[in-house]
């Protein structure tokens, strides 16, 4: 017998003809087509999946994008911001903080206390942890998946792929370091877990963090730390690795995946590391990879960085290849490299490709 959802309420106007089924309701967010309001309301349990997207203000750029193609896998989307904002400060708030029609894209956000001194590395431990407080009150969350919100899934569907890939195993990661048989580096892109292997790996970063010193701790230390403790198995994949023209790396694993290699990731998601591509164009001073779709441009490339809205966004909405040297000059990767000319140092005309 099918199961129905529907609401019920005393004064209710939802009459029996309004009730659809469980593979009615499915199919619609699938087609992502117009639900009753009302049979989103227990949203929490209609998914044996969370997705943890761990943020910060500096993907502001790539949170459209990103957190959309998340969205499209019909999983219960968590959104944890590790904010530094400073509330008295309404200029940090407008340019830290994601945007209204941002936050209404997941299905739950979560804003942890502020940290400091520790930069990115504390934030996404504590993002972890908070979020985690979401899944533990759901019973049908079996599995956990987590990624940094400048990484994208170009490939939504293959989500339940990975899934029905991870058989009696207990996580896999994006990227997976060993030295000879042992585990060196599990990087912590992009993590799929069973959700009481997630647990245990949240319980051991909370007792590390009860120790409060400076920098704090990395997330792949720890993680490294609780595989090693509770020995789980862990699932081998296909990472990311250089290319051959990047000479003195080729075949190593790139664990940020900066070229768009193969990898298990790229092949069953689609995977992206958005910002890596991004940078490593700038310094490597190679043709830019992302189309304009993947950044969120609005006010003039306001969540971009000085640089990039003075070469890239003007390169993205026109194409004049100039503003991608000028790009190139800007990005490099010290500071004695760098170089800041006008536009005419690079031609009295627009140039586009041919």
């Not at 044996?48 to 761990?54: F, K, L, R």
């Not at 930069?119 to 979401?134: M, P």
């Not at 070229?259 to 043709?287: H, M, Q």
Request: charged fraction near 30%; hydrophobic fraction near 35%; glycine fraction near 4%.
């Amino acid at each position: 017998m099918l199961a129905y959802q529907w609401l019920e309420k005393e004064y209710s106007h939802t009459t029996e003809s309004d009730m659809i089924t469980e593979e009615e309701r499915a199919q619609f967010i699938k087609d992502n087509r117009f639900l009753p309001n009302w049979v989103l309301n227990d949203k929490p349990f209609k998914s044996d999946t969370a997705i943890i997207c761990t943020s910060w203000m500096g993907h502001l750029k790539w949170l459209k994008y990103t957190l959309n193609s998340y969205k499209k896998t019909g999983k219960f989307l968590i959104y944890a911001f590790d904010n530094h904002l400073k509330f008295d400060d309404i200029k940090t708030y407008d340019n830290h903080f994601p945007p209204m029609d941002i936050l209404a894209i997941p299905d739950a956000i979560v804003l942890k206390h502020a940290t400091w001194e520790a930069d990115k590395r504390n934030g996404w431990l504590w993002n972890i942890i908070y979020a985690a407080g979401i899944i533990s009150q759901f019973d049908n969350f079996k599995y956990v998946f987590t990624i940094n919100s400048d990484c994208c899934i170009d490939r939504p569907e293959g989500l339940d792929e990975l899934i029905n890939d991870l058989g009696d195993y207990d996580y896999m990661s994006q990227s997976v370091e060993y030295e000879g048989d042992d585990i060196k580096l599990i990087h912590t892109c992009s993590v799929l877990y069973k959700v009481e292997t997630f647990q245990k790996f949240v319980e051991y970063f909370k007792e590390n963090l009860k120790n409060n010193i400076p920098d704090s701790y990395s997330p792949e230390s720890l993680m490294i730390e609780a595989q090693y403790k509770y020995k789980f198995k862990l699932k081998p994949t296909d990472s990311p690795k250089f290319p051959d023209f990047v000479v003195d790396f080729a075949g190593v694993i790139d664990h940020y995946g900066s070229y768009g290699e193969d990898s298990t990731w790229k092949r069953v998601l689609g995977f992206r590391n958005l910002c890596a591509e991004n940078d490593t164009s700038g310094i490597e001073r190679i043709p830019h990879p992302l189309d304009a779709k993947y950044y969120d441009l609005r006010n003039n490339g306001e969540y971009l960085p000085g640089y990039e809205r003075e070469s890239l966004y003007p390169y993205l909405q026109t194409g004049d290849l100039r503003y991608l040297w000028m790009f190139w000059d800007k990005n490099e990767d010290s500071w004695y490299d760098r170089r800041d000319y006008p536009i005419e140092h690079y031609g009295e005309k627009p140039i586009y490709k041919e």
